[in-house]
């Protein structure tokens, strides 16, 4: 039976898993299927070592969009099929050809799973271009820098052909690697951040300290609409808003304003080691970047992960801020994260912030007043709120 429109999907990084490259590959085939679930007359064929999406009618350049953006994909083309004969195969490569206009150089690549089939890769190679090239005599053959290739897959019960692939995002399916609890500030950096964990396989859970009535409501609806943008690679998240006011004017009541900032970032970090470890996260993680601000100096970020009791991933770890803009206009979050809400990271002001905190100071600052209780009643008034994709939100 021949079908037209359908999409061939290749995995990439997955092929180097091994032993476990079918878990890799059935996460990934729920992932397209939950990313591309608004195309509901789509039907899916999971194989070992290809997906096919069959369109039925659907567009496929609003499929191609959304597949574009689901981590695990190496790459994807639109391809048809056709029955199992050499003629039928030559047919189809000469209406693909016919597309192409002026002088140009091609490449068949023809690939035979189909161990049966009465024509070894080679021969089909030489039939196709040599019918390519009686009935276009423009076209000359270059197996080294082709302007076009024409790819020919034989399989047991079809054939697939195809002359354009589109790339993916690569990585891992996001959530094969495990759960993680990420702090999101709502500036430029942490969705970033965010983006390139759930690539690598990494399925998150946010949270985001507030600090009500310094930080205004529209810091919440940023942060939710960051999210949104982030559910295009991951379709629900859980979001964790943890009241941060009482914590933060305490910091600035007993500790020097130049250790005030080291102070805060280890108080958020016991409350989301709390949150993590109670709900199965694996390690935390954040935006920073090394340098960036004085809380980002390796100096600083030793001090305040000292007592921290999970391990703290930080990908944009060695980023040019430049880079990071250039993925946040990528992954649609900068128009959002410039949003001029200030988050409880900002609204205190600090001129001489500390850029190399000393051990001895943070414990004697610490010292000054036993946060146990306001951490406490910070924890039990968290407020917890999962963020789906809208309709159309994109």
Do not use: W
């Not at 270059?142 to 019960?157: A, L, M, S």
């Not at 600035?252 to 996260?281: F, G, P, W």
């Not at 305040?304 to 009791?309: A, L, P, R, S, W």
């Amino acid at each position: 039976m021949q079908h037209s429109n359908i999409i061939m999907v290749r995995f990439g990084e997955l092929s180097t898993k091994g032993k476990n490259i079918r878990e890799f590959i059935k996460k990934l085939g729920q992932n397209i299927k939950d990313g591309l679930k608004s195309f509901p007359n789509l039907t899916y064929d999971i194989k070992h070592d290809h997906i096919y999406i069959y369109l039925n009618n659907e567009d496929f350049e609003q499929v191609k969009f959304r597949l574009s953006l689901i981590p695990g994909l190496l790459s994807f083309s639109l391809c048809e099929s056709v029955n199992k004969d050499i003629d039928s195969i030559v047919n189809k490569c000469l209406e693909l050809a016919k597309e192409v206009e002026g002088n140009k150089t091609f490449k068949v690549v023809a690939k035979r799973i189909d161990k049966l089939f009465p024509f070894t890769s080679d021969e089909i190679n030489r039939k196709v271009a040599g019918n390519l090239l009686h009935n276009y005599p423009n076209l000359k053959v270059d197996v080294h820098n082709p302007d076009f290739k024409i790819h020919i897959t034989v399989r047991e019960d079809i054939v697939y052909i195809y002359s354009k692939s589109y790339p993916g995002l690569g990585g891992y399916p996001t959530g094969i690697a495990g759960k993680a609890l990420m702090l999101l500030s709502g500036g430029i950096d942490s969705p970033v951040a965010s983006f390139l964990m759930m690539k690598r396989g990494v399925r998150l859970e946010m949270i985001h300290f507030a600090a009500p009535p310094y930080t205004s409501e529209q810091v919440i609806v940023k942060i939710k609409d960051i999210i949104k943008k982030l559910n295009v690679f991951q379709p629900s998240i859980k979001l964790y808003i943890v009241p941060f006011t009482e914590i933060q004017k305490k910091i600035y009541e007993v500790c020097d304003r130049s250790y005030a900032i080291t102070i805060m970032r280890r108080m958020m970090l016991q409350i989301a080691s709390r949150v993590a470890i109670n709900h199965k996260d694996i390690v935390l993680c954040n935006g920073e970047s090394i340098g960036q601000v004085a809380s980002q100096t390796l100096q600083s970020i030793r001090a305040i992960e000292k007592d921290c009791i999970l391990p703290i991933i930080r990908p944009l770890a060695t980023y040019d801020k430049l880079d990071i803009i250039k993925l946040s206009k990528f992954i649609g979050t900068y128009d959002i994260s410039i949003r001029p809400y200030e988050d409880c990271c900002t609204i205190f002001s600090v001129k001489n912030p500390t850029t190399c905190p000393h051990f001895d100071k943070v414990n004697y600052y610490e010292s000054k007043f036993d946060f146990s209780n306001l951490l406490d009643e910070a924890y039990k008034n968290i407020k917890v709120e999962m963020i789906s994709e809208e309709e159309n939100y994109f």
